[in-house]
């Protein structure tokens, strides 16, 4: 099935409209944000953006699963090998000192509309990080890998013995 | 270290010298206890990118750092895994609560920075089920 994917131009400031995304970032570490006062700093690991914005997609109806095929299939093995989990599976997240983008593989339920679909989860997944983390997401870019039929996962039956 | 009980034998039995924890290890003891009863903070991450790890009986105390500063004060490290709620003031309840159990336990005078690293958060699935 064809990729389709959405970009929210309007979410985006003008300053970070050249080609390429731009995040912020504060060189080096692997964590997120750091904010110092004189009672101790507080940072966010990025594997705290990458949960969020997977549990705040798959919070919205019609939203089968995330991860693309290939995501999917190895989905089980990443995990077992500590790649990933199965939450975190079709999600990609950039993250700076004060704002982060976010990339989602998704897989939708046949018959829903993807468009409103899609603008529900980049509404989501940008209130919930915010919400939580106090990052500001530049954008949030969807690819729709499949679409998931009722009785995708019943196996039918086998044609030879 | 200064011995808790002084070895002595009689005709009871020998008396077993069990060192008191010092302050650093009291400190991380506290820190984590107060840190892990704050309603939003699920576990205690692992600590790994922390200096001055705290063992306890040969273990390591998991999540928690201490490391000396001038005057007798000590900058705490606590790394935490979190349910989803605003990170921020939950950083700041935590520091309270801390501050507060440092306090009850006399250690409020030896208490410095509170330095707070959010590891993950848990999962909504596995927070349901513990």
Redesign the interface.
Known sequence: MAEQSTTPEQKVEPERTAPGRQVTRRGGGS?ADL?RS????????N??VT??AA?AAREIGGVHDLGGGVARAMGGVSGRVGMG?E?TRGVSVEVGSRQAAVDLSLVLEYGVSVPEVTEAVRDNVIK?IE????LEVTEVNISVNDLYFPGDDTGGESRVE | MTPAVSPASSRLGSLVVVPAPSVRVRLAQVALGAALSVDGVAAAGQGNRFAGAVTLDGAPLAGVSVIALREGRY??GLALI?R?????AL?DRV?ERVTVAAGVADLGDRLG?????????A??AIVEVA
């Open positions: 964590q904010l004189e009672r101790g700093t507080t940072s966010l690991g594997a705290v949960k969020v549990i989990t939450t919930r919400g939580i983390t106090g | 900058e705490l979190a989803p709620v605003a990170l921020h950083a520091r920075p509170i330095n707070i690293v959010f590891e993950d958060i999962d909504p």
